[in-house]
């Protein structure tokens, strides 16, 4: 078999302390509207908003360093969402809410970048969430060396001024409750993402601004965007 021309090169994410090993990224999923406000999380959930970003939309940003990004095309309302990401290890469909952390392989930081004015009417998703570059991510975090330290903190700095904070005990969907809901639509895939929604904070990005932010115990991401 020969190919018309190069592939693409396959979308990764390095892995924190291992040396030329890489996380293959399949798919990219997405929770939107994940979070509570309130203390208590309402269990009248109804079912979560969904959606996808493409695997190579995924761009690595090294802990220490800080990543420029030139600013994404067509807006003028770009949006930093600060979020935890579930890799998965294993496939699986219809998989229990009681089994899901079982094919969780780890976990990183993620920014679920998001260009606003884009939505007119609430349409159309894939150009507000599924642009080139609009998810900065750290390395992937073995979980078995995440401490367990549930629920974890999470944070976004922009510009040295904190603009989002919150708790991943503040999901309405939980890891294995979005796991499960998943893996009832689609078969999950070793290699697959999950951007499983931001705490409250959210605003806008603007040229030359500096985003740094966090998950406890997973790790911290620095992005700076072009003027
Ligand atoms: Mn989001």
């Given at each position: 078999?020969?190919?018309?021309?190069?592939?693409?090169?396959?979308?990764?994410?390095?892995?924190?302390?291992?040396v030329?090993?890489?996380f293959?990224?399949?798919?990219?999923y997405?929770?939107?509207?994940?979070?509570?406000?309130?203390?208590?999380?309402s269990?009248e959930?109804?079912?979560?908003?969904?959606?996808?970003?493409?695997?190579?939309?995924?761009i690595?940003?090294?802990?220490?360093?800080t990543?420029?990004?030139?600013?994404?095309?067509s807006?003028?309302?770009?949006?930093?969402e600060?979020?935890?990401?579930?890799?998965?290890?294993?496939?699986?469909?219809?998989?229990?809410?009681?089994?899901?952390?079982?094919?969780?392989?780890g976990?990183?930081?993620?920014?679920?970048?998001?260009r606003?004015?884009l939505?007119?009417?609430?349409?159309?998703?894939?150009?507000?969430?599924?642009?080139?570059?609009?998810a900065?991510?750290?390395?992937?975090?073995?979980?078995?060396?995440v401490?367990d330290?549930?629920?974890?903190?999470?944070?976004?700095?922009?510009?040295?001024?904190?603009?989002?904070?919150?708790?991943?005990?503040?999901?309405i969907?939980?890891?294995?409750?979005i796991?499960?809901?998943?893996?009832s639509?689609y078969?999950?895939?070793?290699?697959?993402?999950?951007?499983?929604?931001?705490?409250?904070?959210?605003?806008?990005?603007?040229?030359?601004?500096?985003?740094?932010?966090?998950?406890?115990g997973?790790?911290?991401?620095?992005?700076?965007?072009?003027?």
């Amino acid at each position: 078999m020969s190919f018309l021309f190069a592939p693409q090169p396959q979308a990764v994410l390095p892995i924190d302390g291992l040396v030329n090993t890489y996380f293959p990224i399949h798919r990219v999923y997405g929770i939107a509207r994940n979070y509570s406000n309130e203390k208590v999380v309402s269990k009248e959930k109804g079912s979560p908003i969904l959606f996808q970003k493409p695997a190579d939309a995924v761009i690595y940003a090294p802990e220490g360093e800080t990543l420029q990004l030139a600013f994404p095309m067509s807006t003028e309302n770009l949006q930093h969402e600060i979020e935890l990401v579930v890799a998965i290890g294993k496939a699986g469909k219809n998989i229990p809410v009681e089994e899901a952390m079982q094919y969780v392989w780890g976990y990183a930081v993620g920014l679920d970048l998001n260009r606003r004015d884009l939505f007119i009417n609430g349409h159309p998703w894939d150009a507000v969430k599924g642009f080139d570059e609009s998810a900065p991510m750290s390395a992937l975090k073995p979980i078995s060396r995440v401490p367990d330290n549930e629920p974890m903190a999470l944070w976004l700095y922009v510009n040295n001024e904190k603009r989002q904070e919150g708790s991943t005990g503040q999901m309405i969907f939980t890891v294995p409750e979005i796991i499960s809901v998943l893996s009832s639509l689609y078969e999950l895939k070793p290699g697959d993402l999950i951007m499983t929604g931001t705490p409250a904070g959210i605003g806008k990005i603007d040229r030359g601004d500096i985003l740094e932010g966090g998950v406890q115990g997973v790790g911290v991401i620095k992005v700076k965007f072009g003027e």
